[in-house]
């Protein structure tokens, strides 16, 4: 057996792709909340549809999706394993050891990362599913007439059961047609069970980050007393505070502009 291959099959290996999985998933992170506070723009929801367009029809960022997936799995995965091996033998210590008391967080990453991997499978079948391999998330045609920047939406009903999306131009309008996943949000956001089930992710998110990201960069043994601060402060109060509240922002202000209509 290769040096390579020995060193991922050990703990140590595990922990090595666990972190760099879980490092890839911030990043993801980081881009996902960017693009969902479109949601906030007040234009009938044609820069998220947009958005959501773009992400299931160009060609990189779906090759893009399916590393996302696939790292979703193995860092589930990784974490089982790694977990049940911890309780049959003494665990194997970070490349750094880390001789501060051991936190809430640290102790219960299991139980966080469960709750995450549910809302995960619950979020995805709620759109990306839907979205991607269903007829329940309807159309919507957008027509922007270019040289007022004056836009006017209607609902529409594609004449081909096989229909993704068109642009098109009649004059000075550009008519663009796609499907409405706004309004599927909009119709999930007004649930209060699920705006229940999202906000208790986005609070084991945070406990979840604040440690995974912190121990993402001592299993690589990236620790220095001046940049190993930055590491913790960046986990704490970015991942662990304004990527969660601006994902559990979402919910909670459509269910409130449902309540008002």
Sequence with gaps: MSETKQTFNS????????ALTGLFLCTFLIVH???????????????FNMYANFLTHFPPIEVVAYVLYASILVHALYAIILTTKNRK????????????????????????????FLFIV?????????????NTVNFKEYRTNLATGERTETAYTPEKADFEH???????????????????VQSSFSQLW????????????TFHMVHGFQSAFRTLGWVHRKYTPIVEFIGTWFFGAIIPLGFAAMPVVYYFMSLSK
Aim: glycine share 10%; hydrophobic share 45%.
């Design 194 to 205: 699920y705006v229940a089930i999202y906000v208790i992710a986005m609070g084991a998110l």
């Design 33 to 47: 909340l960017g693009g969902n506070l479109l949601l906030f723009s007040n234009d009938g929801g044609y820069s």
């Design 11 to 18: 703990s140590l290996g595990k922990k090595l792709i666990m």
């Design 166 to 184: 068109s642009q098109s131009f009649d004059g000075n309008t550009e008519i663009i047609r796609v499907k409405d996943l706004h309004a599927r």
């Design 89 to 116: 033998a003494r665990p194997v210590t970070y490349a750094v050891v880390n001789k501060s008391p051991a936190s809430w967080s640290s102790k219960n990453m299991g139980l966080l990362g469960s709750i995450l």
């Design 122 to 134: 619950i979020h995805m079948g709620d759109f990306w599913y839907k979205y991607k391999f269903t």
